[in-house]
Structures are given as C-alpha cells and as structure tokens.
T-cell receptor, first 118, second 114 residues
Framework: GAVVSQHPSWVICKSGTSVKIECRSL??????MFWYRQFPKQSLMLMAT?????????EQGVEKDKFLINHASLTLSTLTVTSAHPEDSSFYIC??????????????FGPGTRLLVL | AQKITQTQPGMFVQEKEAVTLDCTYD???????LFWYKQPSSGEMIFLIY??????QNATEGRYSLNFQKARKSANLVISASQLGDSAMYFC???????????FGKGITLSVRP
C-alpha cells in the first residue's frame, strides 16, 4: 500500500514551453501532497505543499507563477513549470502522507520526474 | 527551525558486514519524528524506518535499526548484513507537527563492496 506514481518520468522540452507533471496516489487518498526539487548530489528542497481543494502553500523563494500547483482531487496533484528555462532543469519528486502506513507523518514518494530544458 | 546534520561524505562497507550511518538533529520541539529514506540511482525515495521522539525503544525494520539517543539528539541508521543493493544515497529527515514538513539532511552515499 501507499503507492505514489508520477508522470512523466522523463521530459525534454524547449525553452519557453510549459511542462505539466502529475502526481497520483494509487491506493489511498491524499489531502496533502508535497512537491520537491533535487539537484544532482544534493538534498531534497521542498517547493510547496499542495492541499486538495485549496491553494498551495509555497516555500520562501519559490515563484508561484512559475510553478503552478493544482490539487483537484484526493488522488491527483499537478505541477506545471511555466515558460521553462534551462535553469529549471532538475529532478522533481512528489510525496504524500498516507493513513495506510503505521505513522501518519510518513511521506511516501513518487518515482520522480527528470526535466531537461534545452 | 529544524536542522539535520549528516557529515559523512561517503561510506564504504563490505558485503555482509554491518554499517552505521550518522545523523544528528536540532529541534526545539518536544514531539517530533525521525525518518530515514534510501535513494538509489533511479531516484525514487524509499521509506526505511521511523522513530518517534517519545518511543522508548529503538525502531527496527528488518535489517534496518535506528540507534536513537535522544539526549545527544542523534538518530543513526544501522544496516546489518549489507547487500549490494544497499548501495544508494541515504537521507535522514525530521518531522514536527508545528510545520508538518519533513526537513532533510544532505545525505550520505553508501557503497557496498562485493
């Protein structure tokens, strides 16, 4: 249980285009999902907390208009990187809390999406 | 604010031996949780083990155990009988109800030698 999927796993796009990444909880409902960004050999950096039915909460320094988050249902959150530029190239990974685990604080992660902007 | 420190840059262990990955944390909260995640080269983050601040016993999950020393604010991960598949990055993280977020350390690279 507590499986999280992400799509796509890889995306290459041209500078200036927008890219949408989906995060789904497959076997549980997630009222809260988290979006992280990770550069090579570095730790995860929390970008925003996605709440079902309400606006996302962004971390300091993360541009809301650049990284649009929509949490339209209890099993789906999307991250849209708008007008992507090469500096947006990174590994994006989502997570969700699940009440199926022994501890509700545990976050279960998706497999991640590697974005390369040319 | 939470802070996690993982100072070991890289660790090597012989297959079938045990290895300890260090983690210290800094928090002013009385109630918190400690996590360890494994990240292989594929990128996925795999939950390994959890320790609650009020848990009196050290957490164990199969070959993973957590050496929790509350007074020293350390939560070291012990992997017994290392396997080649254990080669990965390992992240320590803390959670508090105050901000409902995970704070990650910088991670430790573990390489298991055959």
């Amino acid at each position: 249980g507590a499986v999280v999927s992400q799509h796509p796993s890889w995306v290459i796009c041209k500078s200036g285009t927008s890219v949408k990444i989906e995060c789904r909880s497959l076997d549980f409902q997630a009222t809260t999902m988290f979006w992280y960004r990770q550069f090579p050999k570095q730790s995860l950096m929390l970008m925003a907390t996605s709440n079902e039915g309400s606006k996302a909460t962004y971390e300091q320094g993360v541009e809301k208009d650049k990284f649009l988050i929509n949490h339209a249902s209890l099993t789906l959150s999307t991250l849209t990187v708008t007008s992507a530029h090469p500096e947006d190239s990174s590994f994006y990974i989502c997570s969700a809390n699940s009440d199926r685990g022994r501890h509700q604080e545990t976050q279960y992660f998706g497999p991640g999406t590697r974005l390369l902007v040319l | 604010a939470q802070k996690i420190t993982q100072t070991q840059p890289g660790m090597f262990v012989q297959e079938k031996e045990a290895v300890t990955l260090d983690c210290t944390y800094d928090t002013s909260d009385q109630s918190y949780g400690l996590f360890w995640y494994k990240q292989p080269s594929s990128g996925e983050m795999i939950f390994l083990i959890y320790q609650g601040s009020y848990d009196e016993q050290n957490a164990t999950e199969g070959r993973y155990s957590l050496n929790f020393q509350k007074a020293r604010k350390s939560a070291n991960l012990v992997i017994s009988a290392s396997q080649l598949g254990d080669s990965a990055m390992y992240f320590c993280a803390t959670y508090t109800g105050a901000n409902s977020k995970l704070t990650f350390g910088k991670g430790i690279t573990l390489s298991v030698r055959p």
